[in-house]
């Protein structure tokens, strides 16, 4: 059973950086083919992808907040970090970090399991 | 980026009605396209992947169709737990993006 589970401050203040922690049991990111991702979702908005990272220590990035963000991941305890710096009011979302199905045909993929969700508003 | 545009944004309808939400993309990404269902509270849930296969759980109600820029989910006999927002979203290459979502209403 596959399951993901995203901690990290419900609150931060402009300028700090936001480490967010996803937590994921059922598989394991040192499996040929296996991916975890981070989406979020601001208030009334739309979904956007923010990373994502791969069984062979590949990374992507949205372009547009590539400067800011760093995905990294401990295997030994399956887990996956997100950091983004230097926060802003308009960081504030529902952060979801989430697994890529499987495609073993394809450069991407969509995202079969995602976690529940962690609110970070930033205000000062 | 791909841009992926929904129409309509948003819809009211019926129990026991057929919808049918489009998604259009500024260019090809082939058939990958999937959508998502996605209720307040909860995350989002994978309805089809590959423009047309339904994920595993998945009532036969729920179907898409389409290719290159083109696509559209249809959802036969509309239950109550149906009406949500519902997302495209496009993995052709390393930068996925979605749709700006249809939120989907009683009427």
């Known amino acids: 059973q596959v399951t993901l589970r995203e901690s990290g401050p419900a609150v931060l203040e402009p300028t700090q950086t936001l480490e967010l922690i996803c937590s994921f049991s059922g598989f394991s990111l040192t499996t040929s083919q296996m991916r975890v991702a981070w989406i979020r979702q601001p208030p009334g908005k739309a979904l956007e992808w923010l990373a994502r990272i791969d069984w062979d220590d590949d990374k992507f990035y949205n372009k547009s907040l590539k400067a800011r963000l760093s995905i990294s991941k401990d295997t030994s305890k399956n887990q996956v970090v997100l950091t983004l710096a230097n926060v802003d009011p308009d960081d504030t979302a529902t952060y979801y970090c989430a697994r890529l199905r499987p495609n073993f045909f394809g450069s991407g993929s969509c995202f079969d399991y995602w976690g529940q969700g962690s609110l970070v508003t930033v205000s000062s | 980026d791909i841009q992926l545009t929904q129409s309509p944004s948003s819809l009211s309808a019926s129990v026991g009605d057929r919808v049918i939400i489009s998604c259009r993309a500024s260019q090809t990404v082939r058939t990958w396209l999937a959508w998502y269902q996605h209720r307040p509270g909860t995350p989002p849930k994978l309805l089809i992947f590959?423009?047309?296969s339904l994920e595993s759980g998945v009532p036969s109600r729920f179907s898409g169709s389409g290719s290159e820029t083109e696509f559209t989910l249809t959802i036969n006999s509309l239950q109550p737990d149906d009406f949500a927002t519902y997302y495209c979203q496009q993995y052709h290459g390393f930068s996925p993006t979605f749709g700006q979502g249809t939120n989907l209403e009683i009427k």
């Open positions: 590959d423009s047309s």
